[in-house]
């Protein structure tokens, strides 16, 4: 079992900035993915960000060049600095990690832009 907190989120005038963390724990196997997933209203949840425990990163075409993710392997920890958001961008965020085929979410938190 692996629990994913996460925190960070909240409202932010429209071209702001949040960070969101989530902290890992419990069974952590080396080579798993950490990412961030959003779901906005009325839509799919959909990967933003994702890296790998080597540090390799790939991002929606929506937040390449405004969201960053970053990881803390020592830690269990990943981070996403989000930075000129949009009201688009309101959604909840959901942490999440995956290693072969196992994969586990946190409870989400909530990120609103307004305009």
């Known amino acids: 079992q692996v629990q994913l907190v996460e925190s960070g989120g909240g409202l932010v005038h429209s071209g702001g900035s949040l960070r969101l963390s989530c902290a890992a724990s419990g069974s952590i196997f080396s080579g798993n993915t950490m990412g961030w997933y959003r779901q906005g209203p009325g839509k799919q949840r959909e990967l933003i960000a994702a890296i790998t425990s080597g540090g390799s990163t790939n991002y929606a075409d929506s937040v390449k060049g405004r969201f960053t993710i970053s990881r803390d392997n020592a830690k269990n920890t990943v981070t996403l600095e989000m930075n000129s958001l949009e009201p688009e961008d309101t959604a909840v965020y959901y942490c999440?990690?995956?290693?072969?085929?196992?994969?586990?979410w946190g409870q989400g938190t909530q990120v609103t832009v307004s305009s």
């Open positions: 999440n990690y995956r290693w072969t085929i196992i994969t586990y």
